[in-house]
């Protein structure tokens, strides 16, 4: 049941808070360079985003569950349980961002998809 | 036909995959000395913040796991998310990697398989251009 919990947090409000930075950074714009100025630039435009925030949220409810898992289980098992989240992510890209996912794309996705349960199905 | 990566955008991923994987094993190391806190009442979720916030492997990680996230910000302000995501998951092996030879975790050869498979799978992703808006209007 607590690892139910904690994996199911990790995936859905981990991908929900990386689609809305990513929402976010998109009105952002592109950052011209890394110079330490024009990141801070970014990240401070970035702040006045209300998508920006509502992500923060979600991704530390995330990080607390993905500590609660790690002092529980092995790293190389917690990490690829969580590639659930490419499933949640390509869905939600396509529906939430409105981006293009491509079928060469949907197919790495998919690749890397099944790889990641079969590091999951050896656990022992 | 699909634009070669970009050197800014490989930098940004490699970043990303180093960054990430380490931040998690760092945690794990920390987490597993912490025990598995008590979140609830508040009284035992502010004993497990103290806990957890005095362990140096805790702030190693998070120190590791914010340069992943400034990565993932950069790339994410002219990247696709759906393109982001699976080009950054040769991050699994690399954790799987690091579970092994640093924390001495057993990982079976049917992970190690699963492993290649997500290679490829992010050779395939690394295929397609990162920038779908752009690649439909240079294509008109």
């Excluded at chain 2, 035992?44 to 805790?58: D, E, P, Q, R, Y």
Aim: aromatic fraction near 10%; glycine fraction near 10%.
């Amino acid at each position: 049941m607590l690892q139910g919990v904690l994996f199911f947090l990790i995936v859905v409000a981990g991908t929900g808070g990386e689609l809305c930075v990513s929402r976010a950074m998109k009105q952002t714009g592109e950052a011209k360079s890394f110079h330490p100025a024009e990141i801070l630039r970014v990240i401070l435009r970035g702040a006045r985003i209300p998508w920006m925030w509502m992500g923060i949220a979600l991704m530390t409810v995330a990080f607390f569950s993905l500590l609660g898992a790690l002092s529980l289980y092995a790293v190389s098992f917690v990490v690829p349980v969580t590639a659930l989240s490419y499933l949640a992510g390509a869905l939600g890209s396509k529906l939430f961002l409105k981006e293009e996912v491509s079928k060469e794309r949907w197919i790495g996705v998919l690749l890397v998809t099944v790889g990641v349960t079969l590091v999951f199905l050896g656990k022992h | 036909m699909a634009r070669p990566l970009h050197l800014r955008t490989v930098l940004l991923i490699a970043v990303m995959v180093i960054a990430g994987p380490l931040g998690n094993a760092l945690l794990s190391k920390g987490m597993k000395q912490v025990g598995m806190p008590a979140f609830w009442p508040i009284g035992g979720l502010l004993h497990a913040a103290a806990l957890i916030l005095s362990n140096k492997f805790v702030w190693l990680g998070i120190a590791s796991l914010l340069t992943f996230f400034i990565a993932n910000l950069l790339v994410l302000s002219y990247a696709d998310y759906s393109f982001v995501q699976p080009a950054s998951s040769a991050a699994y092996g690399v954790v799987a990697l690091l579970g092994y030879f640093l924390l001495g975790e057993h990982v079976s050869l049917l992970r190690w398989a699963g492993i290649a498979v997500i290679c490829v799978g992010v050779l395939v992703v690394g295929r397609t251009n990162p920038r779908t808006e752009t690649a439909s209007l240079t294509s008109v």
